[in-house]
């Protein structure tokens, strides 16, 4: 069973930082290219970096490149959104999934993933 569990989110002050995480397991993470999206309410949700299944290769949304890094350490299944200079439009459901991708390339569009967590929730005080 493929769980992806996100945490890190909370409460942060406009131009601070947040570091969220993705903890895998039930599948062989160094295969699966990796990214975030996020939603906020009344929103769609929205791609924010992706990053593939090497780390070789990310890419991220215009709004959040610069002050968002994505990274991946295979050997802990695990991956991370270090998120800097946060706007109170950052603030949002942030979810990480999965996609089996043969290409070592980063994937941006969310219908293509195959698994997804349960999100973690980070909102920005202005």
């Known amino acids: 069973q493929v769980q992806l569990v996100e945490s890190g989110g909370g409460l942060v002050q406009a131009g601070g930082s947040l570091r969220l995480s993705c903890a895998a397991s039930?599948?062989?993470?160094?295969?699966?290219?990796m990214g975030w999206f996020r939603q906020a309410p009344g929103k769609e949700r929205e791609f924010v970096a992706g990053?593939?299944?090497?780390?070789?290769?990310?890419n991220y949304a215009g709004s959040v490149k610069g002050r968002f890094t994505i990274a991946r350490v295979n050997a802990k299944n695990t991956m991370y959104l270090h998120m800097n200079s946060l706007k109170p439009e950052d603030a949002a459901v942030y979810y990480c999934?999965?996609?089996?991708?043969?290409?070592?390339?980063?994937?941006?569009?969310?219908?293509?993933?195959?698994?997804w967590g349960q999100g973690t929730q980070v909102t920005v005080s202005s």
């Open positions: 039930g599948l062989t993470f160094s295969s699966y290219a």
């Open positions: 990053i593939s299944w090497s780390g070789r290769y990310t």
């Open positions: 999934a999965a996609v089996w991708f043969k290409e070592d390339a980063v994937r941006r569009g969310g219908a293509s993933y195959d698994y």
